[in-house]
């Protein structure tokens, strides 16, 4: 037994699928499979419960997936501590681990950067581009320190801390020559018979669940007529005039209207859990995390902390 065998299984864990945990591992399923096969010889129990279309943890699984997640944390925090010191000057050194979600707007996160490196040029950054089940994952297991994500995909993880940075509304982009281009908002129960342009749930389950369950509360179930990955490629669908397409307030595309000769408009009447947040576990000791998440607030104000 290794760390990195129980870094896999908890992947495996956390995916329930050897396929998707070994896409978000860059490793084969053979490979995957056989750590798993090994640790389980190694402690003599079986720690999956293998379906034909289902993976589940065993009563001993789940002991494993706590005491496990707590070992690579410590660890985690070991390297982190070892790497923290300050010079003989005092100078602050360290290593910040940071993921965000790619179509969000990254201001915040830039100003921040460049205000901690100018007042703390010894501090490192790391920086992972996810998307929101990957920076879920990562917080989880200690791989990111802290997350700027939406609320809704890192609220129910254990010890969390979120801090509210912007409010975030899902709005519906339509092709200028739409019919309801002409409007600024809309009723959800007007879109009943268009075709949808939709990123794929695997990509983002908590925005396409949400836009999933708002099209059937209006009495329809959305017709996608596309799936893509990412959102300027649903954006470009829907300028070409393909269809329509569901867009966070709070992205990073400058000025969509005009580069995808499109309109946006807001819904209207709904209430989500979709803010913008920066997220960081209590528990996490790296002493960085109070750096950063200062200067952050310092520059935003957040509204809220949850």
């Not at 660890?75 to 290593?95: A, S, Y």
């Not at 010894?122 to 879920?136: A, H, T, W």
Request: aromatic share 8%; with cysteine; hydrophobic share 35%.
């Amino acid at each position: 037994m290794n760390l990195l065998s129980l870094r896999y299984f908890i992947s495996v864990a956390e995916y329930s699928s050897f396929t998707k945990a070994s896409e978000h591992l860059y490793v084969t399923q053979p490979t995957l499979s056989r750590q798993i096969q090994d640790l389980e010889e190694e402690l003599g129990v079986r720690l999956f419960t293998r379906g034909r279309h289902s993976l589940t943890l065993t009563k001993q699984g789940n002991l494993l997936l706590h005491e496990a997640t707590e070992i690579i944390r410590k660890c985690d925090n070991i390297r982190e501590i070892v790497k923290q010191e300050e010079d003989d000057d005092g100078t602050v050194i360290g290593l910040l681990n940071i993921g965000y979600q790619g179509f969000l707007n990254t201001k915040l996160m830039h100003h921040t950067l460049k205000t901690v490196t100018k007042k703390y040029p010894r501090i490192d950054f790391s920086l992972s581009r996810g998307n929101p089940p990957e920076l879920r994952h990562h917080l989880l297991i200690n791989k990111c320190d802290v997350v700027f994500a939406l609320h809704t995909s890192v609220a129910s993880i254990p010890n969390i801390e979120c801090i509210k940075l912007q409010e975030n509304e899902m709005q519906i982009a339509v092709p200028r020559s739409h019919r309801l281009s002409k409007y600024d908002s809309i009723n959800m129960k007007e879109l009943a018979n268009e075709n949808f342009v939709m990123l794929e749930r695997k990509i983002s389950p908590f925005t396409v669940d949400y836009a999933t369950s708002l099209c059937m509360k209006n009495g329809f179930s959305p017709n996608a007529s596309y799936y893509v990955n990412d959102a300027e490629k649903a954006l470009l669908l829907v300028g070409s005039g393909k269809g329509i397409a569901f867009l966070h307030s709070t992205h990073n595309i400058n000025r969509p209207d005009e580069t995808y000769d499109i309109k946006v408009l807001r819904i209207e009447g709904i209430d989500s859990d979709f803010d913008f947040v920066l997220a960081f576990k209590r528990d996490n000791t790296n002493p960085i995390i109070p750096i950063f998440v200062s200067e952050l607030i310092s520059f935003n104000e957040p509204i809220n902390s949850h």
